[in-house]
């Protein structure tokens, strides 16, 4: 929100919108004069976002997929897309799609992790390596934010901005995001890259162990890059 700081009377659309969280503050910022348009391609997602943005007449929801964006040409001033295109493989028609729906200056924000900066502390750094490596499986693009700037350049964007967003847990607290995170990585790796049932809960067992000792790290950074169609 601070990076594309939406006006008064815009027109925006959030891609991949999820609940709607940042839907809703998007059609605060435009208010009443504006409108925001939310798409995602999961039908609970467009359900609660819809639920939670339910006071606001300016916001309207559509099942979609970022690769087929079902609007006009030149619809929007301001489009954002929060870790949608990491899982998109075919991202140049995604990004294609982006720049075909902005207006001439219309304004892009993309946020995606790069899931190899991750630094996660392990007594065992084998299992930690492949547990992550079998985590790379839930996405297309693991490392997506190295090669951005010049996919945007690829489809016609002029790149304004790239910002790091660095999360940094040394406890391991349900507020913090490794924690639920861990959770997650442990369903998903199971009987992946080698890893079985017993030990994916072996290595959430140590990362609780080292928290009780003192000893937990966690960081992951995500990057923000403002664009702007040429």
Same mark, same amino acid.
């Given at each position: 929100?601070?990076?594309?700081?939406? @006006?008064? *009377?815009?027109?925006?659309?959030?891609? +991949?919108? *999820?609940? +709607?969280?940042?839907?809703?503050?998007? !059609?605060?910022?435009?208010?009443? *004069?504006?409108?925001?348009?939310?798409?995602?391609?999961?039908?609970? /997602?467009?359900?609660? !976002?819809?639920?939670?943005?339910?006071?606001?007449?300016?916001?309207?929801?559509?099942?979609?997929?970022? %690769?087929?964006?079902?609007?006009?040409? $030149?619809?929007?001033?301001?489009?954002? /897309?929060?870790?949608?295109?990491?899982?998109?493989?075919?991202?140049?028609?995604?990004?294609?799609?982006?720049?075909?729906? @902005?207006?001439? *200056?219309?304004?892009?924000? #993309?946020?995606?992790?790069?899931?190899?900066? #991750?630094?996660?502390? /392990? !007594?065992?750094?084998?299992r930690m390596t492949r547990v992550l490596k079998a985590w790379d499986e839930h996405l297309a693009h693991p490392v997506l934010p190295r090669i951005l700037i010049p996919l945007l350049r690829a489809?016609?964007?002029?790149?304004? $901005?790239?910002?790091?967003?660095?999360?940094?847990?040394?406890?391991?607290?349900?507020? +913090?995001?490794?924690?639920?995170?861990?959770? %997650?990585?442990?369903?998903?790796?199971?009987?992946?890259?080698? #890893?079985?049932? $017993?030990?994916?809960? $072996?290595? !959430?067992?140590?990362?609780?162990?080292?928290?009780?000792? +003192?000893?937990?790290?966690?960081?992951?950074?995500?990057? @923000?890059? @403002?664009?702007?169609?040429?």
């Amino acid at each position: 929100m601070e990076a594309t700081a939406p @006006l008064a *009377g815009e027109r925006v659309l959030d891609i +991949g919108c *999820g609940p +709607g969280f940042v839907t809703e503050e998007l !059609a605060r910022a435009v208010g009443p *004069g504006g409108s925001v348009l939310a798409m995602d391609n999961s039908e609970s /997602s467009i359900a609660m !976002a819809r639920q939670r943005c339910e006071e606001f007449s300016n916001t309207q929801f559509q099942l979609a997929q970022a %690769t087929e964006l079902p609007y006009p040409n $030149e619809s929007f001033d301001l489009a954002i /897309s929060t870790q949608v295109y990491e899982y998109i493989p075919e991202i140049g028609v995604a990004l294609a799609e982006l720049h075909r729906v @902005l207006r001439p *200056g219309g304004r892009a924000a #993309i946020i995606d992790t790069d899931w190899h900066s #991750i630094a996660w502390h /392990s !007594a065992n750094p084998e299992r930690m390596t492949r547990v992550l490596k079998a985590w790379d499986e839930h996405l297309a693009h693991p490392v997506l934010p190295r090669i951005l700037i010049p996919l945007l350049r690829a489809a016609r964007f002029s790149v304004i $901005e790239c910002k790091t967003i660095s999360y940094l847990d040394t406890k391991y607290s349900p507020e +913090g995001y490794s924690y639920n995170m861990t959770k %997650t990585i442990q369903r998903f790796v199971r009987d992946r890259n080698g #890893i079985t049932k $017993e030990e994916a809960e $072996e290595w !959430a067992q140590e990362l609780r162990k080292l928290a009780q000792e +003192g000893a937990y790290f966690f960081n992951l950074n995500r990057y @923000l890059f @403002l664009a702007e169609k040429s």
